[in-house]
């Protein structure tokens, strides 16, 4: 699970407890002309990920960097929690695909601050 921060001048992005070992991230902050916007897909997780690296799998856990297609998305999912993508641009990573306890909060506040 994941906790979505919203500032005036960033996204922040922190992972909970074990979540932060097995994804290799602590957490991460994005600055508001890096983020395009955000969406709600709980059946993103059916799709293939890619390559892992770093980062684990699990039975339906997904934490960590995968790359596919020549592009790199940081997942964060499993869980209780429903899942959000948020899509970015001149970052290392073209998405963001993490558990959220509230998903329509998490994307209409990020939506509302995004820089499409």
């Known amino acids: 699970m994941n906790t979505v921060k919203i500032t005036d001048t960033e996204l922040v ?3 909970h407890g074990l979540d932060k070992l097995l994804s290799f991230k602590s957490g991460m902050s994005l600055p508001w002309e890096h983020v395009r ?16 690296g770093p ?5 339906g856990k997904y934490s960590g960097t995968f790359k596919k297609d020549g592009d790199a998305s940081f997942w964060n999912v499993g869980g209780s929690g429903s899942v959000i993508v948020v899509e970015l641009r001149d970052e290392p990573y073209v998405r963001l695909v993490l ?3 509230d998903p329509t909060k ?6 509302a601050h995004a820089r499409a």
Not at 37 to 52: F, L, P
């Open 99 to 101: 558990s959220v306890e």
């Open 13 to 15: 992005i922190e992972p």
């Open 55 to 59: 980062g684990t799998r699990l039975p």
């Open 37 to 52: 916007g955000a969406t709600q897909d709980d059946r993103i997780v059916e799709e293939s990920k890619g390559i892992r």
């Open 106 to 111: 998490a994307v209409d506040e990020i939506n």
